[in-house]
Every structure is written in C-alpha cells, then in structure tokens.
C-alpha cells in the first residue's frame, strides 16, 4: 500500500466505518448467543442484558438436546454441505480447467451456459426438481440435497475459477508437459494448489447458504432421519407457541460447525478476495 | 544429441496459414537461433518441434525418429520458457529432478544428477530454496537445469532472457553459450533480438509470415543478405537502403554516382536498391551530399544521422569525429561493401 494512503485521520475514518459496519453485522448474533443462555422470562423482560447468575438458564439447551435427535441433524448438515462443497469444488475446478485450457468449438457458449445458472435461481425449478427426485425414489435422502446443492453451488464455482485459472501461466502447464505429467497431474498437481485461494473463496460462497438453507430439506428430505439442522430448529417453531430458549440455543449450536469451516478457509480467502488488486 | 529434419511443415489456425511449407536441418550439436519480428511464426516452430503444438502438415524428425504424434514428454527434449516456468511448490533441487522422478530414476541418481548440473550452474547453495526466493537470473539458471540433468536430444529455448534486464541479458548470453560449448548439445533458440541471434548462433534462421527469410551463419546474413528483409533486419543500426537506378555501369541516386559492388550483375536501367551498412560511410569530397541531423556518441563509436534530401542515412565512425547538428557533410560508401538488391523483388543482385 502506497505511503500517502497512511494518513492517520483517514486511517481513524476507515476504521470507525469497518468496525461500525462490523457492530451491525455482529449484534443479531450477539443477540441469538446471549439470549440463548437466558431464562424465558429474562429473555423477554430484558432482551439485550448479559446472562447473569440470576438470569442463566441451559433449559434451551437441555431441550434441544433431549427433544428429537439434534446430532443426527448436525451430522445430516454436515454431511450434506461438506458432500456438496466437495463436488462444487471438484466438478467447478475440472469445468473451469476444461473451458480456461482447451480451445474448442463452443467453448464461449459452454462457459456462458455454465454462467447462466449464476442469474437464475434453482429454486424456480422446484417442482421439476421434486418431481425427479421422486420418479428417480430420491426423496428423503442426503442424496438428493447433495445433488440439489451441487447444481446450485457450480455456475458461481465455475465463472470464479475459469477466471483464476486463466491467468495460471501456459509455460508452467507446458513445463509440465515436457516433463512427462499428463493432464490429470497437471490439473491436480500444477493447477490446483495454484488456484487454491480462489477454491477457499467460492468454498466459503458455497458453504453458507448450503448450511443455512430452509427450502430444499423441507421439501425434498423432511423425514426426521435426513433432516438438517436449520429444519431441526424449526420444531421448536410453532404457531401458537414458540420455545425460544430452544430455538435460541439450536441456532447458538448451527453456527459452531460453520464458524469452524470458515475459519479452515478463511486465511486462504483473504487470499483469494485481494489476488490480482495488489501484486 | 541428434540432429532435426523439418520437411514441408505447415500449420494453420482455421483457415489462417501461420506456416507455410518450411524445410530446415539442424546438424548434431548446432546451436541454431530462429529469429524475426514478432507474429512472424518463430515460437510457433519451436512449440511445433516441443510438440506443445499440433502440426497440420509435413514431418519433424528428432534423430532418426519421426516425432510427429509423438507427446512432448516422449520426444526427447528439453524446454526453456520465457518466464522460467519453475513449479512454485518444489525446491530448486526438486524442480530440477522432476523430470527424472516422473521417469522413474532411482533418487539417488537424480541427487547425483541435479547436484552435478548445480555445480555447473553454480547453483548449489540454492538447491534447498523455493523459486521465489531467487533473482531472475538464478530463477532462469534453475529452468536451464531443469533442462540439462535430462540429458536430451536437444534443448528448446523460447526467448529465455527477454525478462532479465539488460545488463543480466549479456552475461546470461555468454553463460548459455559456454554451456552450449561444453555439452555440445542440439540448441534450438528463439529470439526477436537480432544481437542475441548474431552472438550465440552457429547458425541463424531468419523468419517472417512463417517463411524462412535466410539461413547462414551470423557474419554470412551480415555480410551476404539474400534479401532485403535480412539486410534491414541483421545488424544495428540497421542498413541504409538508398533507392536508385542502374546507368553506365554505376548506380544514379539522384545525380549523385556510386560504384556497383563488385561482381554486380544489375542491368542498365533497372531500378535497384542501394545498401550501405553505416560503418562503412566515409567522410569524403565526393558523394552523397547532406546535412547532419543528430549525433549519437555512444563512446566507442559515433552515430551520425545525415539528411539527403528527402531521405535519411545513419553513418557509424569509429574514430571520434566533431560533427555538429546543421554541418554539410559529403558521404562516400565503400562499394567493395555495399549490397544491391532488385527495388522490385527485394533480392540481392550479385
């Protein structure tokens, strides 16, 4: 960073700006977490209070323990968005090897095709998606959100990737080449861990809403034995009545998992956000 | 070690010629530079002849094979890139094995190997390092070793030293040369510097649109161009081209008279292109009249540009002289040393 930028009033203005937007972002967590330890009550006559001896109360937890299988759920969420992030990124990285590498007819109009997916949302194609999951008897399993996920997570995967994967430079493919790798080892063994920060970014732009997501589990695999986590939560959702110690203490959980993945990712996406704009 | 055979190649893009029917043969241990402006189909060749790729039409031989369909791993050479294309994961000593290790060979063997080709690099302090923790020059050392401890029928370098700087560039220029010398094997070099084409080649291929110009040694296209293009292109400052016609046994440029070069076999009235290299203008009484537009002292020498009339010459004087900007100056060229080409077909005339 150039010496100018280093004035220390426009440092002071910048941090105040990120650390604000930071404060925001951060209080309806901070809000979930700390409610998540408070007596009903508490909860309601104080919202925003810390947990005190007084005030502090497992019932959320012990609840979400105890009802249903919550581990089973956590398993199932984890099964699913680590399933999902894997082929992402391994059908993502060989399409983008494929399209960024090889000169073939219709490579523009593949790319373009692979890219449309960024602009149209799955869920549009809901029935038709349901619709195949029962003739091919998929309802009800991992599969099918894997799958589900795997569709969605791929045309983000694919443009993010190409463009990383262009700029890997030809003479180092072709070194590879002369030395006796065949394009199997130059992708994995030359071009993969090259393009590793760029895979961290889109694994942690795919991981999120895979794990967050509400509308595929509910709907293509609502049994109780391949329910997620955010499906889980809902339980303790009810029309009339809402147990929000239990809902509070069950998303406290849901974010220990992620919190985790993004943590293995994020140094490697700090990376992959600021390659190319400082050299 | 093995000599090239390149017969009839051809290439296109589409339906775009690149190369057209090129014929070539490289004798065993023959350091080789192809050289021309850029677009002009050079990196093409070498990549053809890498295998990196495909060819349309014709044969290459590496040795006594036919390579055509062969991949590049399988033909026997070696490769140096541009920009050194060093795997930026492996050590130097790694990098430099690798090769070996996809081969096969003993780990032992390729320590042996990779520590000898240090040595003659001077590389050895450096073999544990990774890539990025070397200059430039050391970083395009490591890709020419990567390219020797393979011992192959022939080394492939694709313009190595045109990211170093250019101080770096001569000594680079030399340390391949000797290399050449003392392995003595196959070289094929490309190039758009025309000095680094003169100074490390046995011999030079002069390209351009995809077709061979000339092929000679260094001093023979300086000396003897076939054509036009070479005698602008070999040599800097390039050669004076001055237009004229054939009269009386000398050539007419503008009124002024100048002698055929020895063994001219121009006609009488043919319209003929004049070359002079700038190191052989004299200051004399008769000539080609001008006025001095720029001196250059370069220290060794001095360029001087002179104006004649519509046209501009650049003279070379070896010994210091004191011309100034705006000084009439007479121009005589040694004719034992001129060149004479066709104006029309832009070939040498002798």
């Known amino acids: ?279 | 070690m093995a000599e090239v055979t390149i017969r009839d190649l051809r290439k296109s893009y589409g339906g775009v010629q690149v190369i057209s029917g090129l014929n070539l043969d490289i004798k065993d241990g023959e350091f080789v530079v192809l050289v021309g402006p850029s677009g002009c189909g050079k990196s093409t060749l070498l990549r053809m002849l890498a295998g990196l790729e495909e060819i349309t039409g014709g044969d290459i031989n590496i040795g006594a094979a036919r390579v055509n369909n062969l991949p590049p791993s399988e033909r026997d050479i070696a490769m140096v890139f541009q920009n050194y294309a060093l795997y930026p994961h492996k050590t130097v000593a790694a990098n430099m094995g690798f090769a070996l290790k996809m081969r096969g060979m003993e780990p032992s063997a390729i320590r042996t190997k990779v520590e000898r080709a240090g040595e003659i690099l001077g590389l050895t302090p450096y073999l544990d390092r990774f890539p990025r923790a070397l200059s430039g020059g050391q970083r395009q050392r490591v890709a020419m070793g990567r390219a020797i401890v393979r011992d192959p029928k022939v080394f492939l370098f694709d313009e190595p030293l045109s990211n170093l700087d250019a101080k770096l560039r001569v000594q680079m220029r030399a340390e391949i040369k000797e290399l050449h010398q003392r392995l003595k094997t196959t070289t094929v070099y490309v190039t758009h510097d025309q000095i680094e084409a003169m100074t490390m080649a046995d011999k030079i291929v002069v390209l351009q649109g995809g077709r061979i110009e000339q092929v000679g040694a260094p001093l023979e296209l300086y000396d003897r161009p076939a054509n036009v293009f070479v005698a602008t292109f070999i040599g800097s400052p390039s050669m004076n081209l001055i237009d004229g016609v054939v009269k009386g046994g000398m050539v007419d440029v503008d009124g002024a008279r100048l002698a055929l070069p020895p063994g001219s076999t121009a006609s009488e009235g043919q319209q003929v292109v004049y070359g002079v290299r700038p190191e052989t203008f004299s200051a004399a009484a008769e000539g080609l009249a001008g006025t001095i537009a720029v001196v250059e002292p370069t220290g060794s020498e001095t360029h001087v540009i002179v104006r004649l009339g519509a046209r501009e010459v650049t003279a070379v004087f070896r010994d210091r002289v004191s011309f100034r900007p705006g000084d009439g100056v007479t121009l005589a060229p040694d004719a034992s040393k001129a060149h004479l080409f066709d104006k029309a077909t832009g070939q040498r005339i002798s």
């Open chain 1, 1 to 279: 960073m150039s010496v100018s930028r280093h004035s220390p009033a426009r440092s002071v203005a910048a941090h105040a700006v990120l650390l604000t937007y930071t404060l925001i972002a951060l209080f309806p967590v901070f809000v979930i977490v700390i409610n998540a330890f408070k007596s009903r009550k508490a909860i309601f006559a104080h919202p925003l209070a810390l947990p005190n001896a007084e005030t502090l109360d497992w019932v959320g937890f012990k609840t979400v323990l105890k009802q249903g299988d919550f581990f089973q759920y956590f398993l199932n969420s984890m099964t699913v968005t680590v399933g999902s992030l894997f082929f992402v990124l391994l059908f993502g990285a060989m399409a983008a090897f494929a399209l960024s590498e090889y000169r073939f007819k219709g490579n523009t109009m593949v790319g373009l095709y692979l890219a449309l997916g960024i602009m149209i949302p799955i869920r549009l194609g809901t029935v038709a998606i349901l619709q195949l999951m029962v003739a091919s008897g998929l309802v009800n399993t991992l599969t099918s959100l894997v799958l589900v996920y795997t569709a969605q997570g791929l045309p983000l995967a694919v443009f993010i990737l190409s463009e990383f994967m262009r700029q890997v430079s030809d003479d180092l493919k072709n070194a590879g080449r002369i030395d006796g790798l065949s394009e199997y080892r130059i992708f994995f063994r030359l071009v993969l861990p090259l393009v590793r920060p760029a895979m961290a970014t889109v694994a942690v732009f795919t991981m999120i809403p895979i794990w967050n997501d509400l509308w595929f589990p509910l709907i293509l695999a609502p049994a109780e034995s391949t329910k997620t986590i955010t499906l889980g939560s809902q339980v303790f959702i009810g029309q009339f009545v809402t147990d929000w110690n239990a809902v509070l203490a069950a998303l406290s959980l849901a974010i220990l998992p992620v919190l985790v993945l993004y943590l293995i990712f994020s140094r490697q996406l700090i990376r992959g956000i600021t390659a190319g704009a400082v050299k």
